[in-house]
C-alpha cells in the first residue's frame, strides 16, 4: 500500500510559477509509474503528466507542455510538478497517483493511489 501527500499548491498570478511535491511512504515507490492530474469544478479529472518508474521518460498533456516538468526522487519517495507561466485556466485541485504500467498512463485507471489533492488558483 502506498499513502500519497500532496504539497505546494496556493495564489498565484498569471505568469508566475508553483511547485507542487507529492511525499510516497513505503518502500515500493521506484516500482510505481507516478502521475499528476487535475480536477476544476464541475469537470472532470484529467491527466497531466506522468513519469516512468526510473524517471527516465516523462510525458504531458498538450495544454501544459513546455509549461509543466514533472520530476522524480526515488531516494526521497517523491515526485514533482514544477509549473510555470501559469495560466487562469490551469486552475484545479491538483492530484498525485501512483499506478502500474498500464497500455496508456494517461488513463486514471493505470494508477491504484491517489492523494488528497492540493488547490491550485491562479488570478488574472
Known amino acids: 500500500q502506498v499513502q500519497l501527500v500532496e504539497s505546494g499548491g496556493g495564489l498565484v498570478q498569471a505568469g508566475g510559477s508553483l511547485r507542487l511535491s507529492c511525499a510516497a511512504s513505503g518502500r515500493t515507490f521506484s516500482s510505481y509509474v507516478m502521475g499528476w492530474f487535475r480536477q476544476a469544478p464541475g469537470k472532470e479529472r484529467e491527466f497531466v503528466a506522468f513519469v516512468t518508474r526510473s524517471g527516465g521518460s516523462t510525458e504531458y498533456a498538450d495544454s501544459v507542455k513546455g509549461r509543466f516538468t514533472i520530476s522524480r526522487d526515488n531516494a526521497k519517495n517523491t515526485v514533482y510538478l514544477q509549473m510555470s507561466s501559469l495560466k487562469p485556466e490551469d486552475t484545479a485541485v491538483y492530484y498525485c497517483?501512483?499506478?502500474?504500467?498500464?497500455?496508456?498512463?494517461?488513463?486514471?485507471?493505470?494508477?491504484?493511489?491517489w492523494g488528497q489533492g492540493t488547490q491550485v488558483t491562479v488570478s488574472s
Open positions: 497517483a501512483a499506478g502500474r504500467v498500464w497500455p496508456t498512463q494517461r488513463s486514471t485507471y493505470a494508477y491504484d493511489y
